[in-house]
């Protein structure tokens, strides 16, 4: 049994057990104490245990937590893990490894495929909304499709995040490892059981409430929305246990001389965008669990029967959600940073300036949820105190806007693939940023709320500040991973055709959404004359998918060919292109290296940023 | 001197490399450092980018490096560099050429001298150069930001105004439309023009300008888009209590969302309906609550928005003036569940003295036929929505022939639908469900007399 030998299969089929196991459990108790079961909502607690154990069994399976058993059982384990010589390299991916360049492998590969399932849905129910009336789809399967393609989205984000992070921060700051390599590759799988369970709920009933979930909508959705919230639950443990992570390797392992002002500038966007991750990510898992347990316990939270009340689970939904969205984007914008000053061939302007700004915005990002609930009803005097708040998020934001500018100012710019995502997430950036102010002051809200405007003005925000960083991140750093180079014609087209389709669909969403178009809706009144539009919005949907695939031919010839580049194929100044392409294990184990100039001196002859010694025995102590 | 003047020797005599390299170290010390020496010309060149030094001696009798060819790449690049000839043979002054400049200087003066001398035309040259950019972009971005704000304004983003509220609505949003179009013309035209002009030209393997920022223009960046947004914060909360001006006349109206319609009901005059009729000019106090999960009214020429929400202490006001007779419509804004899209209500805003009659003929209007009152509340109260008349089963099962049919509860138990099981089904209805209906339906305030009326018109429906 050749595929048993793969972690990934052991933790699969182990959840699909344990799932099984529970369930079955709780059937049985029920059973015994004469309680009916005799559909999916009388065996719903015994559905919501089943998804709890086939989590941890899958944790168990893929072993996740066997140095952890083996600790407790008094075994020693080996400090340093290297890949297993009797099993082929490209094994390391599916099974539990500690190298933190393998788990953001898995966690890049990972976010692109759950991109690629995500983007499914929405071409499917886009293509339901290209004409009024329904065609294909029905009305609770448009709603559970919608739904998913925003959580399945977020969890791509999320992981793509971590891909980047994981992949990067060691590299860039001279260390040869996370800080907790078990703990890493424990927050890397989680996600896997996680994303399973997301995507059962399509098989349990679905779910009618989009991905926010809100009661009382939510309490009495099919058994797909429990599948929902637990695997958001354990996907949202990731992102806790990811970012203590990310923390504690940024405050303790950096390289000599490597201050924090001499961090390369995505370590920063890293690091704030952790300490949004290890504080705020409770709530959403505090709310989702108490609509859990206000369904299989009865507990009125936000039952007004019982005397709950609806707006509150807003409040802790948002409390995370809100913030949530700039763990999306910080890191992004990082990688805006990062890349500008190699391909503009100049210093990045305000290093210390954009820095802060990260730190910034993560801060304010703590004072403005409530901007998602102008119209929900809460008590009307906090309305204007947020509304102050949100705007004050503009302002951090804009130093980054106004230093890239000046990055490019006089350089000698250069536009290979990677800047050219670089550039194309500043203006989309730009533009979702822009379009946020109307929706931050209460008055223009109150017409903007839940309609296609929103809809256009965040699918910006995510684009500018994840999508399009994420592929230039791709295409950048494809040679670091593997050593080859994606090819230059190809992905130029995807930049070329996924930009032109981008802003035809959000722009043509935020037009109809000022006219009328609500958002989340199955099917739209023919009367408003939205049809045109909504075909345009499809046509461009498919433009985009079209885009990707081409990325996906591309990396996937990358991946086959033999054609291999230098070593510091772009001429960067950071520290992980002066190591070989692909990154030896444990990375600067054998070259350790001292910071003894500024990260972005570019133009300024005679500078380096480290200095590696090269060939030496030791290695540096972990 | 703060640090050693980084120096290169050029020459293939090892005589003059080493013989100036130790006269340099015995006078000067610690003032220079001899950072390399090269034997001929591409070396020099080479050397020129690897060690960047301050000062480059070149061998002047040495015939065996091009000199002309060593200094056309010296001058090429914009770092401050001098070159000095030095010749062993002949007497005189030395030759110094500043990489900037090309002027010469004395190279005792230079060695002695702390500062680099930056001579004044070629300071201004380059302020000139760059004052040059700034006019061309600034006129650049004044053009795209008025195109781009005429072109918006031409599109026409608003939906008719017919309401009073949405006057200050719009004119906050029309201020929004102008700082997006200016920002969005500074930030591109900029980035655009940087892509355009500073291009690196092909062949060149150069970095850009060094410099690593500028606090001013920091802090200016920061102060001047934190006064933008305090202003914009201060307006948005004028515009809001705009929207939010109560007046004492104002006539109540019930708003009551249930999955999936609307009711809405006239306190003067005990009316109810399924269309919301609003006189013109006069503002109405909206009072919104919700039957089972959360809805929004919203009628997009109204602008204004306000969720419904289930539970006693939670009807949230909405105050609408409607200023234009005619038909719209209520679009619920809040995702509510499987039928969200289309609960839709038409609005009809018409003159005062029509909609007093109206009113008055509604109250009159309540029928004394019972089963005429029954069908009038079935349609009030939305049933219609999932339960059919026709025998096709929706989201409940269909009234065609309902009462006094056996029907199979989803326990499996049997039951009789009687006056006692609708009015059960109505007051409770999660407590038994006809087997295949899985989705309980919302509770509904109808009145037992309303519920009897209701009875007998299911009577009729064979």
């Given at each position: 049994m050749?595929i048993?030998?793969?972690?990934?299969t052991?933790?699969?089929?182990?959840q699909?057990?344990?799932?099984?196991?529970?369930?079955?459990?709780?059937?049985?108790?029920?059973?015994?104490l004469?309680?009916?079961?005799?559909?999916?909502?009388?065996?719903?607690?015994?559905?919501?245990f089943?998804?709890?154990?086939?989590?941890?069994?899958?944790m168990?399976?893929?072993g996740?937590m066997?140095?952890?058993?083996?600790?407790m059982?008094?075994?020693?384990?080996?400090?340093?893990?290297?890949?297993d010589?009797n099993?082929?390299?490209?094994?390391?991916?599916?099974?539990?490894?500690y190298?933190?360049?393998?788990?953001g492998?898995?966690?890049?590969?990972?976010?692109?495929?759950?991109?690629?399932?995500?983007?499914?849905?929405?071409?499917?129910?886009?293509?339901?909304?290209?004409a009024?009336?329904?065609?294909?789809?029905?009305?609770d399967?448009?709603?559970t499709?919608?739904?998913?393609?925003?959580?399945?989205m977020?969890?791509?984000i999320?992981?793509?995040v971590?891909?980047?992070?994981n992949y990067?921060?060691?590299?860039m700051?001279g260390?040869n490892?996370m800080?907790?390599?078990?703990?890493?590759?424990f927050?890397?799988w989680?996600?896997?059981?996680?994303?399973?369970?997301?995507?059962?709920?399509?098989?349990?009933?679905?779910?009618?409430?989009?991905?926010?979930?809100y009661?009382?909508l939510?309490?009495?959705?099919p058994?797909?929305?429990q599948?929902?919230f637990?695997?958001?639950?354990?996907?949202?443990?990731?992102?806790?246990l990811?970012?203590?992570?990310?923390?504690?390797?940024?405050?303790?392992?950096?390289?000599?001389?490597?201050?924090m002002?001499r961090?390369?500038i995505?370590?920063?966007?890293?690091?704030a965008?952790?300490?949004?991750?290890?504080?705020?990510?409770q709530?959403?898992?505090?709310?989702f669990?108490?609509?859990?347990i206000?369904?299989?316990f009865?507990m009125g939270f936000?039952?007004p029967?019982?005397?709950?009340?609806?707006?509150?689970?807003?409040?802790?939904?948002w409390?995370?959600?809100h913030p949530?969205?700039y763990?999306f984007?910080l890191?992004?914008l990082?990688?805006?940073?990062e890349l500008?000053?190699v391909?503009?061939?100049?210093?990045?302007?305000?290093?210390?300036?954009?820095?802060m700004?990260?730190?910034?915005?993560?801060?304010?990002g703590?004072f403005v949820?409530?901007?998602?609930?102008?119209?929900a009803?809460?008590?009307?005097?906090?309305?204007?105190?947020?509304?102050?708040?949100?705007l004050l998020?503009a302002?951090?934001?804009?130093?980054?806007f106004?230093?890239?500018?000046?990055?490019?100012?006089?350089?000698?710019?250069?536009?290979?693939?990677?800047?050219?995502?670089?550039?194309?997430?500043i203006v989309?950036?730009?533009?979702?940023?822009?379009?946020g102010?109307?929706?931050g002051?209460?008055?223009?809200?109150?017409?903007?709320h839940?309609t296609?405007?929103?809809v256009?003005?965040?699918?910006n925000?995510m684009?500018?500040?994840?999508v399009?960083?994420?592929?230039a991140?791709?295409?950048?750093?494809?040679?670091?991973?593997?050593?080859?180079?994606?090819?230059?014609?190809l992905?130029?087209l995807?930049?070329?055709?996924m930009?032109?389709?981008?802003?035809?669909?959000?722009?043509v969403?935020?037009?109809?959404?000022?006219?009328g178009?609500?958002?989340r809706?199955?099917?739209?009144d023919?009367t408003?004359?939205?049809?045109?539009?909504?075909l345009l919005?499809?046509?461009?949907?498919?433009?985009?998918?079209?885009?990707?695939?081409?990325?996906l031919?591309?990396?996937?010839?990358?991946?086959?060919?033999?054609?291999?580049v230098?070593d510091?194929v772009?001429?960067?100044?950071?520290?992980?292109?002066?190591?070989p392409?692909p990154?030896?294990?444990?990375?600067?184990?054998?070259?350790?290296?001292?910071?003894?100039?500024e990260?972005?001196?570019?133009?300024?002859?005679?500078?380096?940023?480290v200095?590696?010694?090269?060939?030496t025995?030791s290695?540096?102590a972990e | 001197m703060?640090?050693?003047r980084?120096?290169l020797i050029?020459?293939s005599?090892p005589?003059?490399?080493?013989?100036?390299?130790s006269?340099l170290?015995?006078?000067d010390g610690?003032?220079?450092?001899?950072?390399?020496?090269?034997?001929n010309?591409d070396e020099?060149?080479?050397?020129?980018k690897?060690?960047?030094?301050?000062?480059v001696?070149?061998?002047?009798d040495?015939?065996?490096?091009n000199?002309d060819?060593?200094?056309?790449?010296?001058?090429?690049?914009q770092q401050?560099m001098?070159?000095?000839?030095v010749?062993?043979?002949?007497t005189?002054?030395?030759?110094?050429y500043?990489r900037?400049?090309?002027?010469?200087?004395r190279?005792e003066d230079?060695?002695?001298?702390?500062?680099?001398?930056?001579?004044?035309?070629?300071l201004?040259?380059?302020?000139?150069?760059s004052?040059?950019?700034?006019?061309?972009?600034?006129?650049?971005?004044?053009?795209?930001?008025?195109?781009?704000?005429?072109g918006?304004?031409?599109?026409g983003?608003?939906?008719?105004q017919?309401?009073?509220?949405?006057?200050?609505?719009?004119?906050?949003f029309?201020?929004?439309?102008?700082?997006?179009a200016?920002?969005?013309?500074l930030i591109?035209?900029?980035m655009?023009?940087?892509?355009?002009?500073?291009r690196?030209?092909?062949?060149d393997t150069g970095d850009?300008?060094?410099?690593?920022?500028h606090?001013?223009?920091?802090?200016?960046?920061t102060?001047?888009?934190?006064?933008?947004v305090?202003?914009?914060?201060?307006l948005g909360a004028?515009?809001l209590?705009?929207?939010?001006?109560?007046?004492p006349q104002?006539?109540?109206?019930?708003?009551?969302?249930?999955?999936w319609t609307?009711?809405?009901e006239?306190?003067?005059?005990?009316?109810s309906?399924?269309t919301?009729?609003?006189?013109?000019?006069?503002?109405?106090?909206?009072?919104?609550?919700?039957?089972?999960?959360?809805?929004s009214?919203?009628v997009?020429?109204?602008?204004?928005?306000?969720?419904?929400?289930?539970?006693?202490?939670?009807?949230?006001?909405?105050?609408?003036?409607?200023?234009?007779t005619?038909e719209?419509?209520?679009?619920?804004?809040e995702?509510?569940?499987?039928?969200?899209?289309t609960?839709?209500?038409?609005v009809?805003v018409?003159?005062?003295?029509?909609?007093?009659a109206?009113?008055?003929k509604?109250a009159?209007?309540?029928?004394?036929?019972?089963?005429?009152?029954?069908?009038?509340?079935?349609?009030q109260?939305g049933?219609?929505a999932c339960?059919?008349v026709?025998?096709?089963a929706?989201?409940?099962?269909s009234?065609?022939?309902?009462y006094?049919?056996?029907?199979?509860?989803?326990t499996?138990?049997k039951?009789?639908?009687?006056?006692a099981?609708?009015?059960e089904?109505?007051?409770?209805?999660?407590?038994k469900l006809?087997?295949g209906?899985t989705?309980p339906?919302p509770?509904l305030?109808?009145?037992d007399?309303?519920?009897?009326?209701?009875?007998?018109?299911?009577?009729?429906?064979?």
């Open positions: 050749r048993l030998s793969l972690g990934f052991r933790g699969v089929i182990a699909i057990i344990g799932s099984a196991l529970g369930t079955a459990l709780i059937v049985a108790i029920r059973a015994i004469g309680m009916p079961n005799n559909d999916l909502r009388d065996i719903e607690p015994a559905a919501v089943g998804g709890f154990v086939g989590g941890i069994a899958f168990l399976g893929v996740s066997d140095d952890w058993i083996k600790w059982r008094g075994i020693a384990t080996p400090e340093y893990h290297g890949p010589p099993k082929p390299r490209w094994q390391r991916y599916f099974d539990v490894d190298d933190h360049k393998v788990i492998v898995q966690y890049g590969v990972t976010s692109v495929l759950l991109f690629l399932l995500a983007g499914t849905f929405a071409l499917i129910f886009r293509t339901e909304l290209a009024a009336g329904m065609q294909f789809l029905s009305p399967l448009y709603n499709l919608m739904g998913l393609h925003g959580i399945v977020i969890a791509a999320l992981t793509g971590g891909a980047m992070s990067l921060v060691p590299l700051i260390a490892d800080a907790f390599p078990r703990l890493n590759a927050a890397f989680v996600n896997v059981p996680g994303a399973l369970l997301v995507v059962s709920s399509l098989f349990l009933g679905g779910f009618d409430t989009g991905w926010t979930g009661p009382p939510s309490a009495r959705a058994l797909g929305m599948m929902f637990i695997g958001v639950y354990l996907v949202g443990l990731s992102s806790i990811g970012s203590l992570n990310i923390i504690v390797t940024v405050l303790k392992m950096r390289a000599p001389g490597m201050t002002f961090m390369p995505f370590v920063w966007a890293a690091f965008t952790s300490l949004i991750g290890l504080t705020a990510t709530m959403i898992g505090l709310s669990l108490m609509v859990l206000q369904r299989v009865g936000f039952d029967t019982k005397g709950g009340n609806v707006v509150l689970f807003q409040h802790l939904f409390f995370y959600s949530a969205v763990v984007i890191p992004g990082g990688i805006v940073s500008l000053p391909f503009a061939r100049k210093p990045l302007f305000g290093y210390k300036w954009i820095a700004s990260s730190l910034a915005i993560a801060l304010v703590f949820w409530a901007h998602h609930m102008f119209t009803g809460m008590e009307e005097y906090l309305r204007v105190p947020f509304m102050y708040a949100t998020v302002v951090p934001t804009g130093v980054k106004f230093s890239w500018v000046g990055t490019l100012w006089q350089g000698k710019i250069i536009t290979p693939t990677p800047m050219l995502f670089t550039l194309g997430a989309v950036f730009l533009f979702g940023g822009l379009t102010p109307p929706n002051t209460v008055a223009t809200d109150l017409h903007l839940d296609y405007w929103i256009g003005h965040f699918h925000t684009f500018g500040g994840f399009y960083p994420f592929f991140a791709i295409y950048y750093w494809f040679p670091k991973i593997t050593g080859k180079r994606m090819n230059e014609t992905g130029k995807h930049f070329w055709l930009t032109p389709s981008f802003w035809a669909v959000t722009w969403q935020m037009f109809i959404g000022l006219r178009m609500r958002r809706i199955a099917d739209y023919p408003q004359g939205f049809e045109p539009a909504q919005i499809t046509i461009a949907a498919f433009l985009i998918a079209l885009s990707v695939l081409i990325f031919i591309n990396l996937v010839r990358t991946m086959r060919s033999s054609e291999r230098t510091n772009w001429n960067s100044r950071s520290p992980e292109w002066q190591l392409s990154a030896p294990d444990h990375n600067y184990a054998d070259r350790p290296f001292v910071v003894v100039g990260p972005y001196d570019y133009g300024l002859p005679g500078s380096t940023y200095a590696m010694q090269t060939g025995a290695a540096r | 703060d640090h050693p980084r120096i050029v020459s005599h005589l003059f490399r080493d013989g100036l390299k006269l170290h015995k006078r610690a003032r220079v450092e001899i950072v390399g020496t090269a034997r010309t020099a060149i080479a050397a020129l690897t060690h960047a030094p301050d000062l001696i070149v061998d002047h040495d015939t065996s490096i000199r060819e060593f200094l056309a790449r010296f001058i090429e690049d401050p001098r070159v000095v000839l010749s062993l043979k002949e005189g002054p030395v030759v110094v500043d900037r400049t090309m002027a010469g200087a190279i230079w060695l002695n001298d702390l500062e680099i001398p930056q001579p004044k035309n070629a201004n040259e380059s302020r000139r150069g004052m040059k950019h700034f006019i061309a972009v600034a006129i650049l971005v004044v053009i795209v930001a008025v195109l781009v704000n005429a918006l304004e031409a599109l983003l608003m939906p008719v017919a309401s009073a509220q949405a006057v200050p609505i719009d004119n906050l029309g201020m929004h439309v102008k700082v997006i200016f920002l969005f013309a591109v035209v900029f655009v023009y940087s892509l355009v002009v500073f690196r030209k092909a062949g850009g300008a060094h410099f690593e920022g606090t001013g223009l920091e802090i200016a960046w102060i001047l888009p934190l006064a933008t305090l202003y914009f914060s201060y004028g515009a209590a705009e929207t939010m001006r109560a007046d104002a006539m109540e109206v019930k708003v009551i969302g249930t999955q609307w009711r809405f006239y306190p003067e005059g005990n009316v309906s399924n919301l009729y609003l006189p013109k000019d006069k503002q109405v106090l909206l009072k919104l609550s919700s039957t089972d999960v959360i809805h009214f919203w997009p020429e109204f602008r204004v928005k306000q969720d419904a929400l289930p539970g006693d202490n939670m009807v949230k006001d909405l105050r609408v003036t409607a200023t234009k005619g719209y419509k209520v679009r619920c804004a995702l509510c569940g499987q039928l969200h899209a609960m839709e209500s038409p009809v018409m003159e005062a003295n029509e909609f007093a109206w009113l008055d509604e009159k209007s309540i029928p004394t036929d019972p089963v005429e009152r029954g069908r009038r509340w079935a349609t109260f049933c219609a339960h059919s026709d025998g096709k929706g989201i409940g099962p009234w065609k022939g309902v006094g049919r056996e029907e199979e509860l989803t499996g138990q039951v009789k639908v009687d006056d099981y609708i009015k089904s109505i007051r409770t209805p999660a407590a006809v087997k209906f989705t339906m509770v305030t109808l009145s007399a309303q519920i009897a009326d209701l009875i007998e018109y299911l009577k009729t429906l064979k």
